[in-house]
């Protein structure tokens, strides 16, 4: 007679290794076919010695595996489970679930969880309605002194200027100095453009041409040059030079030609006292110095020009207010229809030379060094024309210490 192999096997006893939280053990012999729930209904019997009188007890309880740490499911048998002869058991009692809170207990926290809530907008404006309006927004402190200090730096360059050009003129190499200051501003004007800002429009595929004077017309800012480049996409009038740009070098030549040729001509009447050739040499270079300044000059952008003339407005208040405004034409329009302040006027008005801010930036020998480089005249000039080309002077190894300088001094006597 042929008998199946888990047949022989069906009734083999185990013997588990059974532990309490309390310490309590003892061996409990079971079969492989035992369900997990008999053996814990087995196990509860032992410990309260044979009387189970609640019988939530047995649902209260559980059992757990303690090699594998792993809760035995009561619907399974001992041979589901893989239990193996002196297995260790632990008989544990569950945890009771939380006790449902009452009523009153869920009124009291509500009300707690209220008077703790942030209050809303309407609440705010209700409680502040009697207290009077105060500025006190950090930011826009900040940009009330980074707007003052812009103005503030116009006119200390504007004073500045005069002071370089005094001490320029008692150079016994003036003239040359100034002759040198003409080629540098030359090739400032015809060949220094951002070659990283350029390098980023070409790459987007803006015309290098077109790239160029958009850099120029909005002093190398990238952001306002591309915006310019996209407004003006379809526009043909966009390759057109900049007003004055064809003529510039002519004009740049005829300066130098005849600031050498005055300087020739001076040198060689020099027969009057000494005095009156300082005085006449001065003069000489206060007129070079002019005509350097003049090729500066400032370039309105002449689709900015259009625009604002056809609202009506006056050419030459419209070149004021693009001035003003260093180009942006939506500013100069807000510029002409507001009370036109600053005035272009105001723009070439300089700082109290006694003043105490002024006497402590003419102090300091880093200013003082640097008021006798050209270089550093040429600075103030471009930024006086284009403010937003102040970045690049200040990164500048000869002229970015002086700037510094500046603005330190600003800084500390503005918190004074």
């Known amino acids: 007679m042929f008998v199946q192999e ?4 069906a009734g083999k006893v185990l013997k588990i290794h059974v532990c309490t939280m309390d310490g309590t053990e003892w061996l409990e012999e079971v079969t492989e076919d035992t369900t997990i729930e008999k053996l814990k209904e087995k196990c509860l019997k032992h410990y309260v010695h044979g009387s189970l009188e609640d019988p939530k007890t047995l649902t209260h309880h559980k059992l757990i595996h303690a090699a594998s740490e792993r809760i035995l499911t009561e ?40 008077e703790s809530k942030a209050p809303d907008k309407e609440a705010i404006l209700k409680a502040t309605a009697s207290l009077s309006t105060r500025h006190t927004d950090r930011t826009v402190t900040q940009h009330n002194i980074r707007d003052q200090f812009q103005t503030e730096l116009r006119k200390i360059l504007v004073s500045l200027i005069e002071v370089a050009q005094k001490l320029l003129a008692l150079n016994p190499d003036a003239v040359e100095l100034f002759k040198k200051a003409n080629a540098m ?6 060949e220094r453009v951002d070659e990283a800002a350029l390098q980023q429009l070409t790459e ?24 310019w480049l996209i407004e003006h996409v379809d526009d043909p009038t966009a390759d057109i030079p900049l007003i004055g740009q064809d003529t510039q070098e002519a004009e740049a030549s005829a300066a ?3 600031a050498v040729s005055t300087a020739a001509r001076h040198a060689l009447l020099r027969t009057s006292s000494q005095s009156s050739t300082d005085e006449a040499k001065q003069d000489e270079l206060t007129e070079i110095f002019k005509r350097i300044r003049r090729k500066r000059e400032f370039r309105p952008d002449s689709r900015a020009v259009i625009a604002l003339m056809e609202m009506g407005f006056d050419e030459k208040e419209v ?19 507001g009370d036109r302040k600053p005035s272009p006027e105001d723009l070439d008005k300089g700082i109290d030379t006694n003043s105490p801010l002024f006497q402590a930036i003419l102090e300091n020998p880093v200013v003082q060094l640097g008021l006798t480089n050209p270089k550093t005249l040429l600075a103030f000039e471009d930024m006086l024309e284009n403010p937003l080309n102040s970045t690049q002077w200040m990164n500048d190894p000869e002229t970015g210490p002086v700037m510094l300088q500046i603005s330190r001094i600003f800084q500390t006597l503005n918190r004074t």
């Open 319 to 337: 070149i004021d207010a693009l001035r003003v405004n260093n180009n942006q034409q939506d500013a100069a329009c807000e510029w002409l229809l």
């Open 256 to 258: 130098a030609t005849s």
């Open 6 to 9: 888990e047949k022989i096997f």
């Open 75 to 114: 619907v399974k048998t001992v041979a589901d489970e893989n239990l193996k002869d002196k297995d260790v058991l632990l008989l544990i009692k569950k945890r009771p679930p939380p006790t449902p809170p009452k009523m009153s207990d869920i009124a009291a926290d509500e009300k707690k969880k209220q």
């Open 204 to 227: 987007m595929g803006f015309p290098e041409s077109r790239a160029i004077k958009a850099l120029r017309l909005n002093h190398m800012s990238v952001t306002q040059a591309m915006d």
């Open 185 to 190: 501003l030359d090739e400032d004007e015809e």
